[in-house]
């Protein structure tokens, strides 16, 4: 008796460790296959970030829920532009009535900020659950269409919702395009970047959407420098110990690789253990041996 005990608590104590966040990335760096008009395209290009994209793997027991839960409720309090959220299940493997219930509550707290939530390549009996607790069956795409999967058929929607959207969407034209670049220019500029970082404190952490105190912690722990023109930042399958910084303008996309499709072991993130490194108009996400596209500076 003691025996079965022990085992049921080491059980449920690894699924309360379990790790199950396997990709988090913005619309900078996902889209639709629909051929956009160049307006729609231009609508978009300002406004991807606004979209997310969060993939799941293994078992969704409680205690990796609760702490998934806590992930994302401190990233849309500190990203207040996130107007959608696609949460995938492709890697899923199993789940339970208690996690489906944590799901449908973290759902609400979307919809308290405003943030429209769709669920992919949903289980049928977990996609059953999830209305059951009150997840709109609007929102959840539970099979691939004849042409496309299920992730892209929501990512399109997100991205109509987005296109048909009025007064929360920015639009550049090219002369402040041309300023917005000239403005991150002139904080990039500086030969000795490391020594003129209490200077720029505050624009990086505007820039980042962060405090100042995180960038002074970076600014302490690590060195910063300026790549050369066409130098390879990191590549797909590559891991790389340091942060790379996509500026727009300077900075150019020379691969892109499908997210959903990344196969391979598991992999953790966590609150404290960022890979996701966003810019305004590209982001490189870079948990260990996964990249969503390279880029040169």
Same mark, same amino acid.
């Given at each position: ?146 042409? *496309? #999967?299920?992730?892209?058929? $929501? ?9 048909? %959207? +009025?007064?929360?969407?920015? !639009? ?61 930042? *990191? #590549?797909?399958?590559?891991? $790389? ?9 300077? %900075? +150019?996309?020379?691969?892109? !690789? ?40």
């Amino acid at each position: 008796m003691i025996g079965v005990a022990a085992a049921c608590g080491t059980a449920q104590a690894q699924l309360m460790t379990l790790h199950v966040l396997k990709y988090h990335v913005s619309g900078c760096s996902i889209s639709s296959y629909v051929r956009r008009s160049q307006a729609e395209a231009l609508k978009l290009s300002y406004n991807k970030d606004r979209i997310e994209a969060i993939g799941l793997e293994g078992f969704l027991a409680e205690g990796p829920m609760i702490k998934l839960g806590t992930y994302l409720r401190r990233y849309i309090k500190r990203n207040r532009r996130v107007r959608y959220m696609i949460i995938d299940f492709k890697f899923v493997q199993g789940t339970n009535a208690s996690a489906c219930a944590l799901l449908s509550k973290l759902d609400k707290t979307f919809a308290d900020r405003r943030i429209h939530t769709v669920y992919t390549n949903i289980e049928e009996q977990m996609a059953a659950a999830l209305k059951s607790f009150g997840v709109c069956r609007d929102r959840v795409f539970e099979g691939d269409s004849t042409t *496309t #999967s299920s992730f892209q058929l $929501a990512l399109k929607d997100c991205e109509d919702r987005l296109l048909a %959207s +009025e007064g929360e969407c920015d !639009v550049m034209d090219d002369s402040a395009t041309k300023a917005c670049r000239s403005a991150l220019a002139e904080f990039s500029v500086p030969e000795d970047l490391e020594q003129d970082i209490p200077v720029y404190t505050a624009k990086l952490a505007e820039f980042f959407l962060c405090t100042e105190e995180q960038i002074q912690a970076c600014a302490a722990a690590g060195k910063w420098s300026k790549r050369n023109p066409g130098h390879l930042l *990191t #590549s797909q399958g590559h891991r $790389a110990p340091v942060m790379q910084i996509g500026v727009p303008g300077f %900075s +150019e996309v020379v691969e892109m !690789v499908d997210v959903g499709q990344s196969m391979g072991p598991p992999h953790q993130v966590s609150v404290e253990r960022f890979g996701v490194l966003v810019a305004a108009e590209s982001a490189l996400y870079d948990e260990p041996a996964r990249s969503t596209f390279s880029v040169s500076s």
